[in-house]
């Protein structure tokens, strides 16, 4: 079993920057992924960002590369979402999950076997 906690999230202006952070509880192996997926008011479940927990090898959706970056802390078993230049498009829920896969940063949303409750962000204009 694993629990994840999102935290951070809120209201930002367009063109500002927002952390969100997950905390990982529970076991975490090396072969884990970590994930960021967002929901829009209205839109499917889309994936954001992934990231492997042991080798650091990171994936983005289109949308977001280069604006957003992922990023985890081993030691404290937490992953981060850095979210800069923000637009309106990007609000959304946010969400992290993990899923264990031998290669690659799966982006599918049945990939992933555990989710965190989610966490609003806002960009407005």
């Known amino acids: 079993q694993v629990q994840l906690l999102e935290s951070g999230g809120g209201l930002v202006l367009a063109g500002g920057s927002l952390s969100v952070s997950c905390a990982a509880s529970?076991?975490?192996?090396?072969?884990?992924?970590m994930g960021w997926f967002r929901r829009a008011p209205g839109k499917e479940r889309e994936f954001v960002a992934g990231i492997r927990w042991g080798s650091g090898t990171t994936a983005y959706a289109d949308s977001v590369k280069d604006r957003f970056t992922i990023s985890r802390d081993n030691a404290k078993n937490t992953v981060y979402l850095q979210m800069n230049s923000l637009k309106p498009e990007d609000t959304a829920v946010y969400y992290c999950a993990t899923a264990r896969v031998r290669i690659g940063v799966p982006r599918g949303v049945d990939n992933y076997d555990y989710w965190g409750q989610g966490t609003q962000v806002t960009v407005s204009s």
């Open positions: 529970g076991r975490i192996f090396s072969d884990s992924v």
